[in-house]
């Protein structure tokens, strides 16, 4: 059985960091696309960054040179450093995890796993 457990979220103040983790089990985490989403309230879930089976990874723009995706394999855990925080961040965060190929794709239907989400918000 697949499961994404994510932790870390919290409040914080504009400018300020945190740091998501997402702990999976019951998958080959190594072969995997894995990568972070968020929802706003009232507003689709989108891609923020993905890290695929090869270490390459991809932002939205909206958080380039902000927020870094990382991996630890070893630990079968996927990390969001997220610095220089923005009201506009504020939003669930989601791990997901894909079962196919899909590189560096942020297309929210093609992962197959997700995580409960952990909320991230940020004060002006």
């Known amino acids: 059985q697949v499961q994404l457990v994510e932790s870390g979220g919290g409040s914080v103040q504009a400018g300020g960091s945190l740091t998501l983790s997402c702990a999976a089990s019951?998958?080959?985490?190594?072969?995997?696309?894995m990568a972070w989403f968020r929802q706003a309230p009232g507003k689709q879930r989108e891609g923020v960054a993905v890290v695929d089976s090869g270490a390459r990874t991809r932002y939205v723009d909206s958080v380039k040179g902000r927020f870094t995706i990382s991996k630890d394999n070893a630990k079968n855990t996927l990390y969001l450093q997220m610095n220089s925080l923005k009201p506009e961040d504020t939003a669930m965060y989601y791990c997901?995890?894909?079962?196919?190929?899909?590189?560096?794709?942020?297309?929210?239907?093609?992962?197959?796993?997700w995580g409960q989400g952990t909320q991230v918000t940020v004060s002006s």
């Open positions: 997901a995890a894909s079962t196919s190929q899909v590189g560096l794709t942020l297309v929210v239907g093609l992962y197959d796993y």
């Open positions: 019951g998958l080959t985490y190594r072969t995997y696309s």
